[in-house]
């Protein structure tokens, strides 16, 4: 995109994540030089291989937490991407305060070292669960918001007002995603790498959290950042918010029918008999996507198709589970 490739100097936090490693990579191959900051919590050296093999990439090592440092790695950058968090949902109630110090904190961290620095656009990884259960599917980026069931959703909601604000008091300019869960490449969290560890171990059973009737989205993490892309590329408001998903779901049994057809076993399967898997987890989660869609954009990979090339990806790196 045109857009993308008149940037010089691009900041991806989280740059050894799953996204964050992939878009780094994404950004590498454009010519656009690259300044990676990850703290290593959850993300992987091993997928910054590639990265740190290009002269126009550099790495700190930071936690994000640690704000003094941030203005001076800013100086001179043309855009942020700000994709580090904790994306830990399933265990926000037995540590509350991790959310809003590591997504909701950092956040504004992020800003403030964004407005000591100069630097004025920022794209923002949200997220889905901030609809919380929404009474209307497809959910659209204008839907009203319900209740909030995750301290993890609240939490990026939070950061979504903090970048709003700043776009308006600061004349910043922000590109909002909310992905539905993204898969892939370098996945390494969520319940397809749950339930593929689950069966290397023990290949005879599978425990699943909840009836499987869970209706869930899911996103090729190739499709995301070349919506991710287009939205820069293309929308040009000071606040521009996206969804990012596919036309449809699956229920998780289908997934887990889809994991044990890869793996060619039959496992006996043992559902549990709430339509949630843990306090936060949404019973059905389907984002439209009408107005990425309106850009020119529409995923190449289905859900069925991302969830077997990720199963392929994980069989082929299997130290992931160590």
């Known amino acids: 995109m045109n857009k993308t490739q008149n940037y010089s100097k691009v900041i991806v936090t989280g740059c050894a994540g799953f996204i964050g490693s992939n878009l780094t990579d994404s950004l590498l191959s454009r010519g656009i030089e690259v300044v990676g900051i990850d703290n290593f919590s959850t993300g992987r050296r091993?997928?910054?291989k590639s990265a740190l093999g290009n002269q126009k990439f550099s790495m700190h090592e930071?936690?994000?937490q640690e704000a003094e440092r941030l203005p001076t790695i800013f100086?001179?950058?043309d855009f942020v991407f700000h994709l580090a968090a904790n994306?830990?949902?399933?265990?926000?109630?037995?540590?509350?305060?991790?959310d809003l110090e590591q997504n909701t904190l950092v956040t504004h961290n992020v800003l403030e070292a964004m407005r000591l620095s100069g630097v004025t656009r920022i794209g923002f990884s949200s997220t889905g669960s901030i609809?919380?259960?929404?009474?209307?599917s497809p959910t659209p980026e204008d839907a009203p918001f319900p209740v909030q069931t995750s301290l993890y959703g609240a939490s990026k909601l939070?950061?979504?007002?903090?970048?709003?604000?700043?776009?308006?008091?600061?004349?910043?300019?922000?590109?909002i995603f909310r992905f539905v869960s993204i898969l892939g490449p370098r996945y390494s969290h969520g319940h397809v790498f749950d339930f593929y560890k689950q069966l290397e171990e023990h290949p005879d059973y599978l425990t699943v959290l909840g009836n499987g009737h869970q209706r869930k989205s899911y996103?090729?993490?190739?499709?995301?950042i070349r919506a991710i892309y287009i939205a820069i590329e293309k929308a040009d408001e000071r606040v521009n918010i996206f969804n990012l998903g596919v036309d449809g779901t699956c229920e998780v049994r289908d997934s887990v029918n889809w994991i044990c057809k890869e793996l060619e076993i039959e496992p006996r399967i043992d559902y549990g008999t709430d339509s949630r898997g843990w306090i936060g987890d949404n019973p059905l989660i389907h984002l439209a996507?009408?107005?990425i869609g309106a850009l020119g954009w529409k995923p190449e990979n289905s859900i069925k198709e991302g969830i077997e090339s990720t199963v392929e990806y994980l069989s082929k790196n299997e130290w992931l589970l160590l």
């Not at 994306?87 to 991790?98: E, L």
């Not at 996103?219 to 995301?224: A, F, G, K, T």
């Open 46 to 48: 091993e997928f910054l």
């Open 62 to 64: 930071l936690d994000l």
């Open 75 to 77: 100086e001179d950058a």
């Open 87 to 98: 994306a830990d949902v399933r265990n926000g109630a037995s540590r509350p305060r991790r």
């Open 131 to 136: 609809y919380g259960e929404s009474t209307i």
């Open 158 to 175: 939070a950061c979504e007002g903090l970048i709003q604000a700043y776009c308006e008091t600061f004349e910043m300019q922000s590109w």
């Open 219 to 224: 996103l090729h993490v190739s499709d995301c």
């Open 289 to 291: 996507i009408d107005k």
